[in-house]
Every structure is written in C-alpha cells, then in structure tokens.
C-alpha cells in the first residue's frame, strides 16, 4: 500500500484511496518513513484504514490511509473520528488536574471526601491520586456489564474488597480512573462531558473531539471492525471517563502539541493541569505513572516498552515518588487505547518537539503499535 501525497490541506474525499494529506507538504524522507511503516502494518494486521500524524520540529503532517467505512469505500480522511480508548485517559488525567488547578479537589483528598456514601471500611485511606494512578488496591479492569446505574455503581465499589493496600501495586483499571474521573469534577457541579467540554475540548479549539458524536458528526465517525464485522463500542457505567472520547487525527495532533508544550496554553488551569498530568507519581519497573499519561526516561528502552505492553493488566510493585517529580523534556510520554473496533496509539518526545498519532479502525497487538511508532520517531529523532 502506497500513500499518495495531497498538497492541498484536507482536501481528500476526491482523493482515491490509500491515501496521505498533509496541511503542508511533508519532507520527502518523513513520507517514506510513514509509507514504509504503516503500509506493512496495516497488511500484517489487516486494518482497514488509519490515519497518522506525526509531529515533526514541533509541527503535525498528516497521512491517512484506507477506508473508514468499507461497505461504502468511505476513505479516511483527516475529518474521521476513531474511538480512542484508552487514550480517553489523558484527557480525564488532565482534566482532573485542570480541577486540582481550580481548587476543586486535592489529589491527596480521601476518594470518599466527594463520595460520602463511599462507607465501607476498605475505602478508608483511598485518595483520588491513587483512583487516578490504579494504585487503590486491586479494583477490577471493568465496571461489570450487570452495573447500570448509579445505585448499582455504588454497590459495586462497597463490595469491592483490595488484595493490597493503597500505593503498594499498580493495577491498570478503567474502574480506578474511572472514577477518579467522576469524583474530580463532581464539585463543579458539571457532569464528566459538560465538564470535559468547557475546560479542555473548547479551549484547545478541538472542534472534531467528543465523548457523544452529534448526529451532524456521525457522518466521519468510522467504523470499527472485528473479525471483518462492523461495530463501535457499548455504552457502559464511567465509560465517558474511561474509554469514551472520539477524535480525528488532526485534532490528536492539535492534543499532542498542547501536552508537548503546555507554556502555549492560555488557559491557566488548563496549563497547569497538562502540566500534572505528566509528573511523575509513580515509579513501575521502568515506567512513571502519571495522571493518563504513562513515560520512560529518553533515550527509552524499546524492549522495557514492549514489556510493559505485553503485561499491561499485571499488577506490579509501585514505588512512590515522594514529591512527585515534574515532567522531564526528555521523556517518551505515551498511552494506548482500544475499544471492540478500533486500535490507538499516540506518543511523544518533548525534547525532540517529536510525535506520532496512530488511529486505526481495528484492535491489534499493542506491540505492534508501539513498535512502528518507534520506528517513525526513532527515524526522525
């Protein structure tokens, strides 16, 4: 699959595809290093379309690739909105900081201090940093399907029982951030996508973000695909929080760029709350914790990353960092995310003024993500 090259900024529908578009043409050695990446990935993984940006000194170039709805050979375009994911969580963390930012809450806040009927004993001791960083003690990946209220929500976390205290492991968990999530903006009296809209979505002028796609948007929404069948994701209890956030490649680079360089934020609290999402809260083998946002020291350690993929679900020992350290400018920050139908993966160097924005309308291997999009950066580096 060859990626064909459009001067004209977001002009693709016209175009046939597989396809690349660029808001300014690329460097002749950035599109051949895209092409020869992506196009194999998509052959080996057999992906029906993706669109990438990568962030080059500072600036995005984009290149889309394949069909965002195949049975009507709808291309991809820069316009396409793919599920994120996980990669929603970046968006809570910093949107949970942005409420630290506003004298909200305190990450060092009990969790039940904004959840009074937060009762049981095992919630004693539980704050919101660690709900944010799954370092609560052990709670479950999901918010079990049978939970769709919030009655039955509140049932779930007082029967919850930890397996180790507060900050002794890390247990990645959608049911931990999830409601971290939730509680951080409880006192503004906004829900989670009022909230999500009003300080991070519109000040970033993301225009092409949303956690519900209007009907007037539905018409770029792709389609995600799974065993060659048609699907996007369920809704779910704290999904908004979790997993819910779709977005175009162009506005994941605009997001990019704001977290590569929060001093050109004007919005204050939204500054500082990009700003604590990437400090480091906890130290994981040879990974930092921060609120969404997961880093490795730079140069990064290709085969620690793969590592860390390969065994996301594992609890592992946390250490803490005791006072959480401000993000480093020479770090690898990044963060997967994947629903039924759709595969993400961003990441970014902000030494380097370098990053990389993968949408894909299928779920594939997480290594295989990390790995072409090291490839592209450690090209360009």
């Known amino acids: 699959m060859k990626a064909t090259l459009s001067l004209v900024a977001l002009t693709l529908t016209a175009l046939l595809s597989p396809q690349a578009a660029l808001a300014s043409p690329a460097p002749d050695a950035l599109r ?43 291309p991809v375009t820069t316009r396409t909105l793919f599920e994120l994911g996980s990669v929603s969580k970046t968006f809570t963390g910093v949107l949970g900081g942005d409420s630290v930012a506003r ?64 900050g002794e492991r890390r247990q990645y968990a959608n049911s931990s951030i999830g ?46 695909y799974r065993d060659n069948q048609p699907m996007r994701v369920n809704p779910g209890m704290l999904d908004a929080e979790s997993y819910g956030v ?9 997001w990019l760029v704001a977290n590569m360089a929060p001093q050109t934020i004007t919005a204050p609290t939204l500054k500082q709350g990009v700003e604590m999402a990437q400090t480091r809260y906890w130290h994981v083998d040879e990974m930092y914790q921060g609120l969404g946002w997961e880093m490795f020291n730079w140069p990064v350690n290709l085969d620690a990353m793969l590592n860390g993929a390969e065994n996301a679900l594992a609890a ?47 779920n594939y291997p997480n290594p295989a993500r990390i790995k072409a999009g090291y490839a592209i950066l450690q090209a360009l580096k």
Request: charge should be neutral; proline fraction near 7%; charged fraction near 15%.
């Open 316 to 362: 592992r020992p946390a250490q803490a960092i005791n006072p959480p350290e401000p993000g480093l400018s020479a770090s690898w920050i990044h963060k997967t995310g994947s629903t039924n139908g759709f595969g993400a993966y961003v990441a970014f160097i902000p030494q380097k003024q370098l990053g990389i924005v993968m949408l894909a309308n299928k």
């Open 32 to 74: 051949r290093i895209v092409n020869d990446n992506i196009t194999p990935l998509m052959k080996e993984q057999a992906i029906a379309g993706m669109a990438v940006a990568v962030i080059y000194q500072g600036k995005p170039y984009y290149f889309t690739f394949g069909e965002a709805d195949v049975s009507r050979h709808r």
């Open 246 to 254: 779709k977005s175009s490649v162009q506005d994941m680079a605009t």
């Open 103 to 166: 004298g909200d809450i305190r990450l060092s806040d009990a969790a039940s201090q904004y959840w009074p009927a937060l009762s049981g004993k095992q919630w004693q001791g539980i704050t919101l940093l660690e709900l944010a960083t799954y370092t609560a003690g052990g709670l479950p990946l999901q918010v079990p399907d049978n939970v769709k209220d919030n009655a039955g929500l509140l049932a779930f976390y007082q029967n919850w029982q930890p397996q180790w205290a507060p």
């Open 179 to 224: 409601l971290f999530g939730a509680l951080a903006v409880k006192p503004s009296g906004l829900s989670f996508e009022q909230a999500m809209t009003q300080r991070v979505f519109k000040p970033l002028g993301l225009t092409q973000t949303w956690i519900s796609v209007p009907a007037s948007e539905e018409k770029d929404y792709a389609w995600g």
